[in-house]
Each structure stands twice: as structure tokens, then as C-alpha cells.
T-cell receptor
Framework: NAGVTQTPKFQVLKTGQSMTLQCAQD?????MYWYRQDPGMGLRLIYY???????DKGEVPNGYNVSRLNKREFSLRLESAAPSQTSVYFC????????????FGEGSRLTVL | QKEVEQNSGPLSVPEGAIASLNCTYS??????FFWYRQYSGKSPELIMS????GDKEDGRFTAQLNKASQYVSLLIRDSQPSDSATYLC????????????FGAGTRLAVHP
């Protein structure tokens, strides 16, 4: 029972490089989310997808793009990485009718040099 | 912009004591509130939800909500070392129950 799977778990980038974080869920959830977590700042919503085919900005979308490839997969892309994007990134999914209950992946630790 | 405030801690309590974690929020219209637990190096998991003023109990955990004062609390009775974690308060951003804004979290340390 995998739940929410994120890849890669660790990544080091140089400033200006691009990369994509992959996320897949096997719980048939409609909504999916990307959060970042920085020390002392909690989780901040980057982008979300309420359902397949839709995406929308969260609190801190600048410098990121997302793709909801299908119901299972939701990817986060950094086009030109900056040191300020050094963070732990969490993907989550949620099901309709279960308010506030997000299921998180294990996280992806990204360092931008 | 909704805000959720928590004391970052650490809150240190002895084993067997009651741990009290507090959270205040800025949006008076907020209706639902959630507590997540996050062990070091792990992902958050939902442990409690509360929607109405008053107390909600689940085992050793009690969530308390006071909408007039705009605070929500989590009490952990008979604290155990395994309760040592960061506790995150969360509430929905407008537009959907599952689109959450989180506080920065309070780190709880339960010592034997």
C-alpha cells in the first residue's frame, strides 16, 4: 500500500538548473497539493489541483510550475532553480468528503547551491 | 490573508504530564481546524479535527476550540516519549476543505 510516492528523495542543484519533482498517489484521490517546508515557517502551499485537469496557485507559486498529468500524478517543476528554493517539498493528496485530511508523501529534500 | 500562529517551542514536559499546545488564527470566519503531528524527518499526519466550540476527545488527545477568542488547543494527557514531535495547527484556505494553511508548528519534547 504505497499511498503517496515522491521522487527523488534528495537532489542537489546548481543555481539556474531545472528539475521536476514527481508525485503519484494510488488512493484514487481527486485533489493533490505541493507544499514546501522551511525551518520556522511551517508548510506553505505552492500549487494545488482540485481535480484532474485543473491546477491553481497557492501561497508561494513564484518560480514553480505544475502539471496534473492524470488523476494519479502531479509534478512540480523548477525552471531555473534559486538558492531560495532550497527546502523540503511535500506532495499530498486529499479525498472528497474527508475535510482537512491530507495524506503526505515522504518528502523531497532539495538543495540549490 | 489568513494567518496561523504557534509558539515554536520546544515545549518540554516530563513523562506522564499533560502537554498543552496552543494555536491562534486571524480569520474569524474559520470554521474547521486540524492538528497534524510530524516526527523528525517524517511527513505530517492528521491526528485531530474540530469544528465546534468546546472540547473533542480522542484517547489521550483533546482538542479545544474557542472561536470567540480565535484559538484552538491540543492537550495530550499522560504524555509519552513517543509523543515527542512537532505539532502543526492547520485550517482551510477559502475554496476547499483540503486546501490548508499551516502554522509553523510547536516542537514537543517528552522526557522520561
Amino acid at each position: 500500500n504505497a499511498g503517496v510516492t515522491q521522487t527523488p528523495k534528495f537532489q542537489v542543484l546548481k543555481t539556474g538548473q531545472s528539475m521536476t519533482l514527481q508525485c503519484a498517489q494510488d488512493m484514487n484521490h481527486n485533489s493533490m497539493y505541493w507544499y514546501r517546508q522551511d525551518p520556522g515557517m511551517g508548510l506553505r502551499l505552492i500549487y494545488y489541483s482540485a481535480s484532474e485537469g485543473t491546477t491553481d496557485k497557492g501561497e508561494v507559486p513564484n518560480g514553480y510550475n505544475v502539471s496534473r498529468l492524470n488523476k494519479r500524478e502531479f509534478s512540480l517543476r523548477l525552471e531555473s532553480a534559486a538558492p531560495s528554493q532550497t527546502s523540503v517539498y511535500f506532495c499530498a493528496s486529499g479525498r472528497t468528503g474527508s475535510p482537512g485530511e491530507l495524506f503526505f508523501g515522504e518528502g523531497s529534500r532539495l538543495t540549490v547551491l | 490573508q489568513k494567518e496561523v500562529e504557534q509558539n515554536s517551542g520546544p515545549l518540554s514536559v516530563p513523562e506522564g504530564a499533560i502537554a498543552s499546545l496552543n494555536c491562534t488564527y486571524s480569520d474569524r470566519g474559520s470554521q474547521s481546524f486540524f492538528w497534524y503531528r510530524q516526527y523528525s524527518g517524517k511527513s505530517p499526519e492528521l491526528i485531530m479535527s474540530i469544528y465546534s466550540n468546546g472540547d473533542k476527545e480522542d484517547g489521550r488527545f483533546t482538542a479545544q476550540l474557542n472561536k470567540a477568542s480565535q484559538y484552538v488547543s491540543l492537550l495530550i494527557r499522560d504524555s509519552q516519549p513517543s509523543d515527542s514531535a512537532t505539532y502543526l495547527c492547520a485550517l482551510p484556505i477559502s475554496g476547499g476543505y483540503n486546501k490548508l494553511i499551516f502554522g509553523a508548528g510547536t516542537r514537543l519534547a517528552v522526557h522520561p
